[in-house]
């Protein structure tokens, strides 16, 4: 059976609403807090609420681009699996890595099994959080970016999506929580 792109679920509500593209442009500052929110963990099946890490651990927030559970940014692929490869490292450190994705449940669930992951996997379908953190948009979903919070949930480093630069490597980032 052949399946076109219109059947694959990649034009849908969520890609005409990013459609459009805006740049990132997040006003965070490093040092401020960052701004809470609650998604529900397709991985482990529970919600997550970022305030609930604030005090206990580190965080990093991996805001990554999945156009539907069988179509992946080219850019975002790699480092979704460079992630979830590197998960133990993060862990060691006493390091959350949550990953977020404008995916919604059903594809999210696809995802977390086709690929293994370990990491917490973080459904957004409505870009609500993506919007808050401003990291722009473009063809259908969210661009990729990464945060690094310290233990008291402050910005201690952020990674904004670019054509030059598209994701922070896995050693940059374990870098930043030293």
């Known amino acids: 059976m052949v399946t076109s792109i219109a059947d694959s679920g990649l034009f849908n509500e969520r890609f005409f609403r990013n459609f459009l593209p805006i740049p990132a442009s ?12 609650q998604l529900p963990d397709i991985t482990n099946g529970t919600v997550v609420k970022l305030s ?14 999945i156009f539907t559970e069988k179509n992946y940014c080219p850019f975002c692929y790699p480092h979704i699996k460079s992630l979830n490869e590197n998960y133990e490292q993060f862990q060691n450190r006493g390091i959350e ?37 401003q990291v722009g948009q473009a063809l259908g979903a969210p661009l990729p970016a990464q945060f690094v ?23 940059k980032l374990l870098e930043q929580f030293k």
């Open 52 to 65: 609930d890490y604030k005090g206990k651990k580190p965080v990093l927030l991996a805001f990554t681009r």
């Open 97 to 133: 890595v949550l990953m977020i994705t404008s995916t919604d449940e059903r594809q999210s669930q696809i995802v977390v099994r086709d690929l293994s992951l370990k990491m917490p996997l973080l459904s957004d379908p409505s870009c609500r959080v993506f919007r808050t953190y």
């Open 149 to 171: 919070l310290d233990k008291q949930g402050k910005l201690r480093y952020k990674h904004l999506f670019s054509f030059l630069d598209h994701n922070a490597g896995v050693e």
């Open 26 to 37: 997040t006003t965070l500052e490093l040092g401020q807090a960052t701004p809470d929110f």
